[in-house]
């Protein structure tokens, strides 16, 4: 179901309004988690007031260390939404237990399958029976191969609306977080009709390198981008060593557009 040999041409899906496919490239921006109303409303306004044309943010945050910040909840989707609605753009946040994905459907308008979770058959299973889009980013060793079969649990569970996200795999490298493989995107595009993000953010985990990225994923062929930005990536509760400063965002718009435009 997945495949471009049984269905050729590309997928469009559409998170609220805004398309991830065929012509389109679109740049989802905000801060790694929602730290609060107004931590969020500062990072997100900078985000939409430079481009960005869709919301991120964790409300459940998969950590490694159970003593670090582990997201803000329900508290966090409510922030969202609000913020989603001043702002008048839609967001998405990471479900990583099935049982939370009505509420969050209440308060966003797409669910991200974090890396860690790429093959929680059951919680692929759970999103693949609700209509909002799914954003499955791929495991942090997962194949290609497995990439796709992972989407393919959506969408035959009943869900078409993913988009596939390479947020970078672990490799013998230890320079970066992780490896950007944008080899896998121009694969998936061959191999796939869904649209392919890149997360050059999680992919690299150097905030320098984050630009560069953005613009290799444009020249690679990718359906667009999401970038962690936060106000004060400083004093950020969680992966402010790979956020933009609102300016830095800024200036990155700037320059992917005249890619986006060569591409
Ligand atoms: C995130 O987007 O903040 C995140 C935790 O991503 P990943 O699952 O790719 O590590
Ligand atoms: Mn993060």
Do not use: W
């Not at 991830?20 to 988690?33: T, V």
């Not at 730290?35 to 490694?64: C, H, I, M, N, Y």
């Not at 693949?128 to 497995?146: D, F, N, Q, W």
């Not at 984050?210 to 290799?216: D, E, I, L, T």
């Amino acid at each position: 179901r997945v495949s471009r040999e049984l269905y050729p041409s590309d997928s469009v899906v559409h998170i609220g309004n805004v398309p991830f496919g065929g012509e389109h490239f679109s740049i989802i921006g905000g801060p790694c988690a929602v730290e609060g109303l107004d931590e969020f409303r500062q990072s997100a306004s900078a985000a939409v007031k430079a481009g960005a044309v869709a919301l991120r943010g964790g409300a459940f945050k998969p950590r490694t260390s159970p003593y670090s910040f582990q997201g803000g909840g329900l508290d966090a989707l409510r922030v969202m939404k609000e913020i989603k609605q001043e702002l008048g753009v839609p967001a998405v946040t990471e479900v990583m237990d099935a049982a939370d994905i009505d509420m969050i459907c209440q308060h966003v308008d797409a669910l991200q399958i974090g890396a860690r979770n790429m093959q929680n058959f059951n919680l692929l299973k759970a999103v693949g029976r609700t209509e909002t889009p799914v954003i499955l980013k791929r495991g942090i060793s997962a194949t290609i191969e497995e990439t796709l079969l992972a989407a393919e649990y959506i969408v035959d569970a009943g869900n078409p609306n993913v988009i596939l996200c390479e947020r970078g795999i672990r490799t013998f490298e230890t320079a970066t977080r992780n490896t950007l493989d944008l080899n896998a995107v121009a694969f998936m595009k061959r191999k796939s009709h869904l649209p392919v993000i890149v997360d050059p953010s999680h992919g690299t985990g150097i905030r320098e390198l984050v630009g560069p990225m953005a613009k290799a994923a444009v020249a690679v062929g990718a359906d667009g981008v999401i970038i962690e930005v936060h106000h004060e990536p400083k004093n950020a509760l969680s992966d402010g060593q790979q956020s933009l400063y609102p300016e830095q965002f800024a200036q990155l718009m700037k320059e992917l557009d005249a890619f986006i435009t060569a591409a």
